[in-house]
C-alpha cells in the first residue's frame, strides 16, 4: 500500500515503469483498456509497446509456460497477444458507442456538450472510412475514442471489423518489431542504450504520431454534414444505422 502512494505522475508516463512492475499482464490490460475501458488515453501506448519491444523475451518468459529462448519466436508470441487484446478492446469501444449513439444525437445542446461535433465526427469517417481506424490506432489519446466515435456514427459493422483488425496488427508489428531491433542496432552499431533515455524516445515517438492529425485538424478540408444516422423517417419509423 506504502508503494502505490509513492507512484508519481512521471511513473505514470514512464513505459519503463509498467514493464518493470507490471510486466506481461499489466501491458496487455493496458492496450486493451486503452479502448474498450476508455480509461487509458493518458497511458504511454506507443512507447509502451515500443520498449516492450525491448524486453520481449523478459515479458514472454513470464507465461505459465516459460519463454521459448529464441528472440523471433518470443517476439512473434508477444505481437500476437498484443493484437488480439487491441483487437477486442477497439471492438468492445465501437459496441459502446452503438449503444450510446441515439442517446447522444438526440440529446439537446449544452455547455458541455454539442451536437455539431458527432456530426464533424461522422463527416471524417465517411470522408476517410477506414483510414481514420487504422491511423487513429497510431495517435495519443485519439486511438482511445476512435472506435467508440465509429459505432456512435454507425460506421459498417463490417467495414469496421476489416480495418480494426488490419490497424491493431499494424500498430503492434511496427511498435513491438521497431523497438526490438532499433534497440539492437543502436546498441552494437553507437554503442546507445534506448533504455537509458526513454525520456527523448517518448517525447519523439509522441511528437511523430501526433503530428498527421496536428496537420489534419488546421489544414483539413470540410464540409456539411449529413443528417442524423438515428432519425425517423416520415413513416414515424427509426432509420436503420447498420
Not at 3 to 21: A, G, H, Q, R, V
Amino acid at each position: 500500500m506504502t508503494e502505490l502512494l509513492t507512484i508519481s505522475l512521471k511513473d505514470l508516463i514512464n513505459p519503463d515503469f509498467y514493464i518493470n512492475n507490471g510486466g506481461l499482464w499489466v501491458l496487455l490490460f493496458i492496450v486493451f483498456a486503452e479502448t474498450g475501458l476508455m480509461v487509458g488515453f493518458f497511458l504511454p501506448g506507443d512507447s509502451l509497446l515500443f520498449v516492450a519491444g525491448i524486453y520481449s523475451g523478459k515479458l514472454v518468459a513470464s507465461l505459465p509456460t516459460g519463454g521459448t529462448g529464441n528472440d523471433i519466436i518470443d517476439l512473434l508470441i508477444l505481437f500476437v497477444m498484443v493484437s488480439v487484446c487491441g483487437i477486442i478492446g477497439n471492438s468492445l469501444g465501437y459496441w459502446f458507442g452503438r449503444k450510446s449513439g441515439p442517446f447522444l444525437f438526440h440529446r439537446k445542446d449544452n455547455f458541455f456538450f454539442k451536437k455539431k461535433y458527432l456530426y464533424q465526427a461522422r463527416e471524417f469517417y465517411d470522408q476517410h472510412g477506414g483510414q481514420a481506424i487504422v491511423f487513429a490506432r497510431f495517435l495519443p489519446i485519439i486511438r482511445t475514442f476512435a472506435p467508440i466515435i465509429a459505432g456512435i456514427v454507425v460506421m459498417d459493422k463490417k467495414k469496421f471489423g476489416y480495418y480494426n483488425i488490419i490497424g491493431c496488427v499494424a500498430w503492434a508489428f511496427l511498435m513491438l518489431f521497431a523497438g526490438h531491433y532499433l534497440y539492437r542496432l543502436l546498441l552494437i552499431k553507437f554503442h546507445f542504450d534506448l533504455k537509458q533515455h526513454l525520456e527523448v524516445l517518448v517525447i519523439g515517438i509522441v511528437v511523430i504520431t501526433t503530428f498527421p492529425v496536428i496537420y489534419k485538424i488546421f489544414f483539413g478540408k470540410k464540409k456539411q454534414h449529413r443528417g442524423d444516422p438515428y432519425a425517423k423517417d416520415q413513416s414515424g419509423q427509426g432509420a436503420d444505422p447498420s
